[in-house]
């Protein structure tokens, strides 16, 4: 969604590197770019007036006209001013003290709140709460059953008396829901309320009235990230006419431009708790506000990226990977474990995106091209082999190649592409994986020439990334067992140079 803003706002800051000294031409060329960037991505204009003055301000006094380094130091200012319209720090959910807690979903009708409520019960599931769902939204038709799938799927209850379609009263379910809570000892209450096409008096009296029935702890107003300028008109509706406590944003890996994302929170003044990027259950996450800033000046976001490979990634069984990767004996079904923990983390080009400068020309274009099919063919090839064969590929001959080819319904060219990039990669990964110790019993050399073990116990230690130009934000100097790669990436690769499979 932001692929154009910051496109358009790092090639603004780009032009200021290079020069060591900074006038006052430079940087009012420079604001008016990002005021350029920032209209064209739909942004309110009271807050691009007032994000643009206070760079400009500290643009220009003391902080940068001091530094070494002046063109960084505007990239600096930026950085946090961007994080500062997207709400300064990361906001958690106020959760009750006395269980159950009520979270209440109000927004327009298309907005994505009956996904979003199974989103939510799964995160929250995750977080270790018992969440229960309460269907309110009793005027669209099927509204109940979507939530009743939803919450099966999502692996929670869904309290449902009425069957919906026009039958039934929203806030004596709403109040009956959060009595079943207490009563079946759930921690956690989510009322999926019903929306409108438009703001109206009726939707308004609704809400208001659950509301007022339920007391919840939590009310968030769900905005579709894609419809812009009316995103900012209809949050200010919700916040006068009911009230609302957070911000939940959906569809952000929509085409749109994305400007309610960094409006929203300016304009009403409540922060934005989290963000929905996909269809799936899984697609839903806590919003970071300097994470988020981050991806749109094109510095990657490679905290999430940790987060999520932490998730997927069994840390016993990484390190027995990161030991045969250290050995050199590394097989194909190793390799084919690892693909599919990489997969649960998410599209292969989403994952690459959070890279810094994924958002580059080059590395963008290479992004593009992308296509997890081709995974699904190489994950084919190999279950195509027998046990033998994925342990020691080194048996795979000719004949073996054309069975192989015909049980996977490919090629025998792509079982040879499969085998030689496997062994050229086996090779460069035990060649890294000397460099910088990773995963085994690394040898170092003494002054005398000899070569001597590293002390007991180091083995298990994180395993450190290499030093970054400019050093590495806090959290960012330990990588977890499944994500080594993004040390070989950090210490010089140019990510622009990296093969990715093509689409057919």
């Known amino acids: 969604m932001f692929d154009t803003l910051s496109e358009r706002l790092t090639g603004a800051l780009r032009d200021l590197r290079g020069k060591g000294r900074l006038s006052d031409a430079d940087i009012d060329a420079t604001c008016r770019e990002i005021r350029i960037a920032l209209l064209e991505a739909d942004v309110a204009l009271p807050v691009v007036r007032a994000f643009v003055a206070k760079i400009k301000e500290r643009a220009k006094g003391a902080e940068v006209s001091a530094a070494l380094n002046p063109a960084q130091q505007v990239v600096k200012i930026v950085n946090e001013e961007l994080i500062g319209i997207l709400g300064g720090e990361t906001r958690r959910l106020n959760l009750a003290k006395q269980a159950p807690s009520v979270i209440m979903l109000a927004g327009l009708q298309g907005s994505g709140k009956t996904t979003l409520a199974g989103k939510l019960a799964k995160w929250l599931a995750g977080q270790g709460h018992t969440p229960l769902l309460v269907a309110c939204d009793l005027q669209r038709p099927n509204a109940v059953n979507q939530l009743q799938i939803v919450g099966e799927r999502a692996g929670a209850t869904t309290f449902a008396p009425e069957p ?25 209450v989510i009322i999926d ?3 409108r096409l438009g703001v109206d008096q009726e939707l308004m009296a609704q809400a208001s009235a659950i509301r007022d029935a339920t007391d919840p702890d939590e009310v968030l107003f769900v905005v579709d990230a894609m419809i812009g300028q009316d995103a900012v008109a209809t949050a200010e509706a919700f ?35 989290f963000a929905s990027n996909g269809e799936k259950l899984e697609d839903f996450d806590v919003f970071h506000p300097d994470r988020m800033a981050s991806r749109i000046l094109g510095m990657g976001d490679v905290l999430t990226l940790i987060e999520q490979a932490e998730q997927v990634f069994d840390k016993e069984q990484a390190q027995q990977t990161a030991n045969k990767i250290t ?12 693909m599919l923990a990489i997969r649960k983390m998410g599209p292969i080009g989403n994952l690459l995106g959070m890279l810094p400068g994924a958002n580059t020309g080059q590395m963008k274009e290479a992004l593009s091209q992308v296509d997890d099919k081709q995974l699904d063919r190489l994950q084919a090839i190999i279950r195509g082999m027998t046990p033998a064969e994925r342990a020691d590929p080194k048996i795979i001959n000719g004949s073996r190649r054309l069975r192989i080819s015909k049980g996977s319904g490919v090629s025998v060219s792509e079982v040879n592409d499969l085998v030689n990039r496997f062994f050229e990669a086996r090779k460069m990964m035990k060649q890294m ?44 100097n330990q990588v977890p067992p499944g994500l080594g790669g993004l040390n070989e990436l950090s210490s010089g690769i140019d990510p622009t140079k990296l093969k990715f499979p093509k689409s057919k």
């Open 164 to 188: 919906g379609n026009g039958v039934g009263d929203p806030v004596d379910v709403a109040a009956k829901g959060i009595r079943f809570a207490r009563e079946k000892q759930y921690d956690t």
């Open 193 to 195: 309320t019903a929306g």
């Open 327 to 338: 050995a050199g004996e590394l097989s194909l079904e190793d390799f084919l474990e690892q």
């Open 433 to 476: 994986a000397g460099q910088f110790g990773f995963g085994g019993k690394r040898q170092s050399k003494t002054r005398k020439g000899k070569k001597v073990k590293n002390r007991k116990g180091s083995q298990g230690r994180p395993r450190q990334m290499p030093a970054m130009p400019g050093g590495m934000p806090p959290g960012m």
């Open 239 to 273: 916040r006068d006419g009911v009230g609302f406590t957070g911000v939940v944003l959906t569809k952000l890996d929509g085409d749109a431009r994305g400007g309610a994302a960094l409006s929203v929170r300016e304009v009403t003044g409540q922060p934005i708790l």
